[in-house]
């Protein structure tokens, strides 16, 4: 405290006077902690939706699905080449998983029966998990199903459906998805490719590491396979990742504006208590600026006082907002130590420093107008 | 040499559509170490000289010389810079700041200074004072007497050449102002000179020499005795110099 003072003398006349009327001063300095707790919480809040989010939908974007084009002339199956040239092209991290697609009749017993799409896969463990039952490697017989489908049907490992007029026994219930990609399992019906009297693939999936290496992947698959003629298609979700990116940084701007017109009003209170400061203290800066304060000296001690209370209200601020981000995120993510990733500290220093920033800009005017006080008036009693 | 000097010092103040002269041409010198008292009615300038002298204020025409040196017309940080190195005021309401103790407000004009000494320079002073057992006391604990004390000791920090006093008494009672005058006398001694603006007739026991203010000229340089040159009379030149436009307020009675 004593290093302190000797370095910034201004600090202790700027700590006295707040001190001096201390209600105002916890009033205006309350202002930017309330300013401070918004942008903070309403920043982390943001993050914390996003993050939640992104684990919902898991690795947003990372796959491609290639299809044949629909343009005339063009083949209306995927070969065995377009398969190895989509295999080249992939990441070394990547999965390629070939698929046929067919409408058919299903029978689920009991005279139960409708005409819906079946997929037929070689690898199913590529593109699905599963959560009852195992999905046999290789895969050559059996069903499986998605999981809502088996829930509706009351359908698990061991039970029989009929695909197109043969039996077949259900050998494993799919996992729901985790996140969002081109096939979604919950209402599959999965059989070997040999079940399909078929040559070619329907759909060839590329699943990447992340939806970066997808939308390279999905270029140089549009650069190889359609360079003489549109024969495929190419789906990526690497625009969809990017508006949902887009959509989250607007949200959180918008949180943050809203944070800040508190802040805006704490100013305001800070520059009104200021004002009256300096109109009640006339005759002390008056003395100041007699005994040989130079104008800069007095501008340095008022504005030391509106930052000092910048830097409480800041302070008090930053300590609440830590716990209202643990709140937030134990009733959001389930998980309160989530409040430590460093993107919510970026969130708190940004609120603190616009809180101490307002103060000082509030405090600028009153200061200015003190220190250009001619000490004759303010003398005069 | 004299340490503060005025010569033909004309101030002049424009109040609605009128001039009003509160000085008409001061000459006014004072010796180091010399203890000097300006008396004179309500209105009659004192206060104004007084500000003339501290550079508080610039003259209308005329000179104040610091030292010999001609300070008019300086900037506002060159006189403030020269007011910290020659000047200490000391007032009639003392004027300490009231959230600071006795020795920090003895420190206030050199807060800015980083001076390691000035804590055991203000200490010495306020022992001067017979404060010694005041150091940490806030100014509402200290009686009057005690305040001007410390408001003296705060004007001695920078060690000053001239000390100039408003109305010093104006606030204590006789016993204490007898006191304080004192010390005064105390402080001419180590060749500090005082120049104290007053209504009170109990300074003159203690000082050099008094001067009088009346309507803007100096007594003893009476216009009569022809020695000031006679200022462009203006209109209102047989009107008591200003009363209520605050100038001079702390000629109160």
Do not use: C
């Not at chain 1, 707040?18 to 809040?45: N, P, Y």
């Not at chain 1, 298609?233 to 607007?250: E, L, M």
């Not at chain 2, 203000?122 to 100014?139: C, Q």
């Amino acid at each position: 405290m004593g290093w302190l003072r000797r370095r910034f003398p201004a600090l202790l006349m700027a700590r006295r006077n707040i001190g001096r009327t201390k209600v105002r001063s916890v009033l205006a300095a309350l202002g930017i902690v309330i300013g401070v707790i918004a942008i903070a919480s309403l920043g982390m809040f943001g993050l914390t939706l996003r993050y939640q989010l992104s684990q919902n939908l898991g690795d947003i974007g990372n796959q491609v699905m290639v299809m044949p084009a629909d343009s005339e002339g063009a083949p209306d199956t995927l070969s065995e080449r377009d398969l190895r040239q989509i295999e080249s092209v992939a990441g070394s991290g990547a999965t390629v998983a070939p698929a046929v697609q067919r409408f058919t009749t299903v029978s689920y017993g009991r005279g139960v029966s409708e005409t819906r799409a079946v997929m037929g896969i070689d690898q199913p463990s590529k593109l699905f998990e599963a959560r009852d039952g195992s999905i046999p490697d290789p895969y050559r017989s059996g069903a499986l199903i998605g999981p809502n489908l088996a829930d509706q049907r009351d359908l698990g490992p061991g039970d029989t459906i009929a695909v197109n007029g043969s039996t077949v026994r259900v050998v494993a219930v799919l996992s729901p998805s985790q996140g969002f990609g081109f096939t979604d399992p919950s209402n599959q019906i999965v059989l070997p490719t040999r079940s399909f009297d078929t040559r070619g693939y329907d759909t060839i999936t590329v699943t990447e590491t992340d939806s970066t290496a997808a939308n390279a992947t999905a270029m140089a698959i549009r650069a190889q396979l359609n360079e003489r003629r549109e024969r495929v298609t190419v789906r990526d979700f690497s625009s969809v990742a990017d508006q949902i990116g887009q959509s989250f940084q607007a949200l959180n701007l918008f949180l943050i504006g809203i944070g800040s017109i508190s802040l805006l009003v704490a100013g305001v209170s800070i520059l009104n208590v200021m004002l009256m400061s300096t109109v009640e203290r006339r005759q002390e800066i008056g003395v100041l600026r007699a005994v040989g304060f130079q104008k800069l000296d007095v501008l340095k001690i008022m504005l030391s006082e509106a930052v000092l209370l910048g830097i409480i209200g800041g302070l008090v601020g930053a300590g609440f907002s830590i716990v209202a981000g643990l709140v937030l995120n134990h009733f959001v993510v389930g998980d309160a130590t989530l409040v430590l990733r460093p993107g919510n500290f970026l969130y708190i220093g940004l609120a603190f420093a616009f809180g101490v920033g307002t103060s000082l800009l509030s405090g600028l005017y009153p200061a200015w107008k003190a220190a250009n006080e001619r000490p004759v008036e303010a003398l005069r009693s | 040499m004299a340490v503060i000097e005025t010569r033909r010092v004309v101030k002049r103040y424009r109040t609605g559509g009128e001039t009003l002269e509160a000085l008409k041409g001061i000459d006014f010198a004072v010796e180091p170490g010399e203890f000097v008292s300006i008396m004179g009615p309500s209105g009659s300038g004192k206060t104004t000289l007084l500000n003339l002298l501290g550079l508080l204020d610039d003259p209308s025409e005329g000179e104040v010389l610091l030292d010999g040196e001609d300070v008019t017309g300086l900037t506002d940080r060159e006189q403030t810079a020269a007011r910290k190195r020659t000047i200490g005021f000391v007032f009639q309401n003392f004027y300490l700041i009231p959230t600071l103790t006795a020795k920090e407000n003895v420190e206030v004009p050199a807060l800015f200074d980083h001076d390691s000494t000035v804590e055991r320079r203000s200490v010495d002073l306020l022992e001067r004072m017979g404060l010694g057992e005041r150091l940490d006391h806030k100014p509402d604990e200290l009686s009057g007497g005690q305040k001007q004390r410390v408001a003296i000791a705060r004007s001695l920090i920078n060690e000053p050449r001239v000390l100039l006093a408003d109305e010093p008494t104006g606030n204590l009672d006789r016993d204490t102002g007898r006191k304080i005058l004192e010390e005064f006398v105390d402080i001419t001694e180590r060749d500090v000179a005082v120049i104290a603006v007053t209504h009170d007739e109990l300074v003159n026991d203690y000082v050099d020499r008094t001067v009088r203010l009346v309507d803007g000229l100096m007594g003893e340089d009476a216009p009569a005795t022809g020695r000031t040159p006679d200022p462009t009379p203006s209109p209102d030149a047989d009107v008591p110099g200003p009363t209520d436009d605050g100038l001079t307020g702390s000629d109160r009675p």
